[in-house]
């Protein structure tokens, strides 16, 4: 089976802008997490989709959104960028519930 | 909110030194798991603890789940350059609202 796959894996974007990164999970994994990585806070979890619901919240402001799709790819939006906002973003699916989490790549945002 | 703590925050240790990292959870956990990051790679599934008082090992690494399911570590016995990484435990609390925590992560450095 492929793996989670992340689109792109880079991106360089202004204070003010908005990003969208994609994600495709494995196939059959309906659950689709979203996690913020940073050297200074280690992995925060951003929330969870499940079957086009989101399910579960981290601590993020409203500028950050997703969504998921009915194929169980999921898109994460983040508005009004901000320079904190700088960090890799990963995304991982699992099967059902929040069982083992298999990671994607992950995408690079920058934010200038 | 649920916190997950891990001590410490890095480990150096001279090839064929054990290493072992802690992580303390403020609520009881449903399971923990433990993954690690390779540098420049992505967090990868090592294995999940659900039983009070766990034991479960993987060659070199020994992993352990506490009497009160609110504690954990991973013990790696005679450290090879291979371990270099990032350990990170994650935490599932239960009920409704469940939602899986990452600790911060110990970073792993083995001198040869």
């Known amino acids: 089976k492929a793996g989670v796959t992340q689109t792109p894996r880079y991106l360089i974007k202004t204070r003010g802008q908005q990003v969208t990164l994609s994600c495709s999970p494995i196939s059959g994994h309906r659950s689709v997490s979203w996690y913020q990585q940073t050297p200074g806070q280690g992995l925060q979890f951003l929330f969870e989709y499940f079957s086009e619901t989101q399910r579960n919240k981290g601590n993020f402001p409203g500028r950050f959104s997703g969504r998921q799709f009915s194929n169980s790819r999921s898109e994460m939006n983040v508005s009004t960028l901000e320079l904190g906002d700088s960090a890799l973003y990963l995304c991982?699916?699992?099967?059902?519930?929040?069982?083992?989490?298999?990671f994607g790549p992950g995408t690079r945002l920058t934010v200038l | 909110g649920q916190q997950v703590m891990q001590i410490p925050q890095y480990q150096h240790v001279q090839e064929g030194e054990d290493f072992t990292t802690y992580c303390n959870s403020s609520t009881t956990l449903s399971n923990i798991q433990w993954y690690k990051q390779r540098p420049g790679g992505h967090p990868v599934f090592l294995i999940q603890l659900v039983k009070s008082g766990e034991v479960k090992k993987q060659k070199r690494l020994t992993f352990q789940f506490g009497e009160a399911k609110k504690n954990s570590s991973l013990h790696i016995t005679a450290t090879q350059t291979t371990d270099v990484g990032t350990y990170f435990c994650a935490g599932l609390s239960g009920g409704s609202n469940y939602k899986l925590t990452f600790g911060k992560g110990t970073l792993l450095t083995v001198n040869p």
């Open positions: 991982a699916s699992s099967l059902g519930d929040i069982g083992t989490q298999y």
